[in-house]
């Protein structure tokens, strides 16, 4: 069975700190793909990053990081320099290989809240 | 604007009524979701559908009914409803196993 845990339920920092959002997996399988969605309070789900098991290349994108190591089954989100748009509720999840993309296991959710 | 549509974003429903909830993707994608977001829960998958054929049903109770008439179309009709349905019911899409996919604002749906 698949699970992801997100223990930060919310998290609360004031605007140019930087904050990481922590994701913890765990999958028997040995290819398995994990994602970081945003969802704003307009309530869709916006995507931001697919990572696959056999990548363990950490990635940055613009403000936006997000470190992979499959030792400790985690797969962290890095926010530099927040600003308040970034406020949102923060998924990861994960799925297996060969499945349908849209069919993936979700952590919890991170309320990340960033105040002026 | 992710090219995935749900109407209506608000419904208001008595638990004797029967509602449809509708979603709508022109992406070209073969697979359709439908996922529930209740309060202080993660989101639950409820159906797969993939060439409009049900490859998953998430033991989902038969008050919901989900109905692909085509790839681009997917409903979610509603009858019988609990109050504990109340929930974000989100619907999405995507090609294949490729990389990701689209999900639409959702339906907030209020059983009363």
């Known amino acids: 069975a698949q699970k992801v845990t997100q223990a930060q339920t919310e998290i609360s920092v004031v605007e140019k700190e930087d904050v990481t959002l922590d994701c913890v997996y765990e999958?028997?399988?040995?290819?398995?793909?994990l994602f970081w969605y945003k969802q704003p309070p307009s309530g869709e789900l916006v995507f931001l990053i697919r990572?696959?098991?056999?990548?363990?290349q950490n990635e940055i994108s613009g403000r936006y990081s997000w470190n992979f190591q499959k030792s400790t089954s985690s797969f962290n989100f890095t926010i530099t320099a927040s600003q308040v748009v970034d406020s949102a509720v923060y998924f990861c999840?994960?799925?297996?290989?060969?499945?349908?993309?849209?069919?993936?296991?979700f952590g919890d959710g991170t309320t990340l809240t960033v105040k002026p | 604007e992710t090219g995935v549509t749900q109407t209506p974003r608000h419904l208001v429903m008595g638990m004797t009524n029967k509602k449809s909830l509708k979603c709508e993707q022109h992406?070209?994608?073969?697979?359709m979701y439908w996922y529930k977001q209740s309060a202080k829960k993660p989101l639950e998958l409820m159906f797969v559908?993939?060439?409009?054929?049900?490859?998953e049903n998430n033991s989902v109770p038969s008050r919901f009914s989900p109905e692909c008439p085509n790839s681009s179309h997917l409903f979610l009709h509603l009858h019988t409803l609990q109050p504990e349905d109340s929930a974000l019911y989100l619907c999405?899409?995507?090609?294949?196993?490729?990389?990701?996919?689209?999900f639409g604002q959702g339906t907030r749906l209020t059983v009363v």
């Open positions: 999405a899409s995507s090609q294949d196993f490729r990389v990701r996919a689209f």
């Open positions: 999958t028997r399988d040995t290819t398995y793909y």
């Open positions: 990572r696959n098991s056999f990548d363990e």
């Open positions: 999840a994960l799925s297996e290989k060969n499945t349908n993309a849209g069919k993936s296991t």
């Open positions: 992406l070209g994608h073969n697979a």
């Open positions: 559908y993939n060439f409009k054929e049900q490859t």
